[in-house]
């Protein structure tokens, strides 16, 4: 893979462990890292206090996220067992911080922000010949910087059923109160065949389930690259996120399902819909990230919907696919977000029934728009409308749960449940984590049926039944 893959391990075999914080793209990454690590001669650690480098990959998102971030680099550099000890820092803080995090972290060996991460075997070098608080961000001033994306192609380290799959970089959208465009930089569309060549790997290595991830994920293809006539689509697609779809259940067979995240509401298109009700794979869950149930607040955050427009994207998609599960995003204690405000955004979520939602707490971002704008909201109001929200989900929750009971769902077994290992653990289609009790003969990446008997807000519990009992 890598000329120096020699040279660089007969340096002996360092350990390594990576610390991931944030979202899918950071789980996907430091994957990509550890791949790159292990063919450049370096083992994996089984504990961070043992490992020679300790890698954090951090998130900006939200104001905690980066506390979190820090605290845990300030730890390890002033709890390092020896000065040779490597503790490193990648991800979206770095890119955000550049050199600049050496003065909020002592002791940090290096900061390597995204679509950086290619170059840390490189910078591991560096550092064994002396050099010292080694910065690299990603450039994205040019319509190429995309190709600095590497994605070595390895074994999966864990045993694992399912993987995530970065297909476009970045995010052009600005919502007036996110970072994510500042630190992942511009919109690019990675290759089809680059894509495919990934999932390849992936299910060679006995991945079944894959996630395909971009933040508006539905822009895939769009202005990049245009789908030559030699790439035929069978089903008549024109859209280049379906024609994905298509390209890879025709390549790769092995592949059992399909998700996609993040969705924007305004990508809801007709061929879309079309994909998921055509294409068995393809799982019934969508994230569809509403954000607030206020025109107002919508407007304000920039997100380029109303929720009329919202509220119809979700009617399309239910009408052709009436098992499909959609969760959310909500962002409350946007500036200026009064009671009105509020309680809307509580009536479109009533009305919209989402199967789960993430509440988020407002928290300025330095650089963005909204920041310049005056709160108006304290934090023990945050505080009451997250609480308040999360309330109204769990009831909301178990209420769609229950009208389960009784029915039977295909999950695919990802094996032993952490809290009650007696039980397993998977999740079905529409992306609901079901616990079960395993008969004498399951393995981790069977398909299983399973007949509800109980149900919590985020949880279904049932028993498996074979195929000639329903
Ligand atoms: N690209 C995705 C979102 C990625 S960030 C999308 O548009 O759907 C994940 C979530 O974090 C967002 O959906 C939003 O709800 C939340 N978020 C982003 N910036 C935030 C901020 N400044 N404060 C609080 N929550 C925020
Ligand atoms: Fe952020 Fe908006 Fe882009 Fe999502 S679509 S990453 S919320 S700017
Ligand atoms: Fe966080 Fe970066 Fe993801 S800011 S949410 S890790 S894209």
Not at 88 to 96: E, P, T
Not at 452 to 457: E, G, S, V
Request: glycine share 8%; hydrophobic share 35%.
């Amino acid at each position: 893979m890598n000329q120096n893959t020699k040279d660089l391990s007969s340096s002996g075999a360092k350990t390594f462990y990576i610390h991931t914080y944030g979202c899918q793209m950071n789980v996907r990454d430091s994957e990509l890292v550890t791949n790159n690590l292990l063919a450049h001669g370096y083992t994996l650690s089984d504990s961070e206090e043992n490992a020679d480098i300790i890698i954090i990959n951090s998130c900006s998102v939200r104001g905690k996220a980066e506390d979190k971030a820090i605290g845990k680099a300030r730890l390890l550099c002033a709890r390092r067992r020896s000065p040779d000890v490597v503790v490193g820092l990648m991800g979206c803080m770095a890119q955000r911080f550049g050199e600049d995090i050496f003065e909020q972290v002592r002791g940090l060996s290096f900061a390597v922000g995204t679509r950086a991460e290619s170059r840390i075997p490189l910078i591991l070098k560096r550092l064994e010949m002396g050099e010292d608080n080694i910065s690299e961000t990603g450039n994205f001033d040019d319509d190429t910087s995309g190709s600095n994306y590497v994605a070595p192609l390895g074994e999966v380290t864990e045993t694992r059923i399912s993987s995530f799959v970065t297909i476009l970089l970045g995010c052009d959208r600005r919502c007036t109160y996110c970072i994510v465009p500042d630190v992942r930089g511009k919109e690019h569309s990675r290759q089809p065949a680059e894509i495919i060549a990934e999932i390849r790997a992936l299910a060679d290595s006995g991945i079944s389930e894959i996630t395909l991830l971009g933040q508006s994920v539905m822009n895939y293809g769009k202005r990049d690259f245009k789908w030559s006539e030699d790439i035929p689509s069978p089903m008549g697609f024109t859209e280049p996120l379906p024609r994905l779809f298509e390209l890879i259940v025709a390549n790769i067979p092995e592949i059992t399902r399909i998700r996609f995240t993040s969705s924007h509401p305004t990508g809801v298109t007709d061929e879309l819909i079309s994909a998921m009700s055509r294409i068995p794979q393809l799982c019934r869950h969508l994230h569809l990230p509403l954000q607030s149930g206020s025109d107002r607040i919508l407007k304000l955050m920039r997100r380029g919907y109303d929720t009329a427009t919202y509220l119809d994207a979700l009617k399309r998609l239910r009408e052709a696919l009436p098992d499909l599960a959609v969760t959310t995003d909500i962002i409350v204690g946007f500036p200026g977000e009064t009671e009105e405000d509020f309680e809307a955004t509580r009536k479109v979520m009533e009305e919209a029934q989402f199967d789960n939602s993430f509440i988020f707490k407002y928290s300025p971002r330095p650089g963005t728009p909204a920041a310049e704008l005056e709160s108006g909201v304290t934090e023990e109001e945050k505080m009451r409308r997250n609480r308040i929200l999360l309330e109204d989900q769990d009831r909301r929750g178990l209420a769609i749960n229950n009208r389960s009971i009784g029915t039977v769902t295909e999950v695919l077994a990802e094996g032993p449940s952490l809290r009650n290992p007696k039980r397993w653990s998977g999740r079905n289609s529409q992306n609901k984590i079901v616990l079960f009790e395993p008969g004498s003969r399951i393995s981790v990446g069977d398909t299983v049926l399973v007949r509800i008997t109980r149900a919590r807000p985020q949880t279904l519990f049932g028993d498996l039944v074979e195929k000639s009992e329903i």
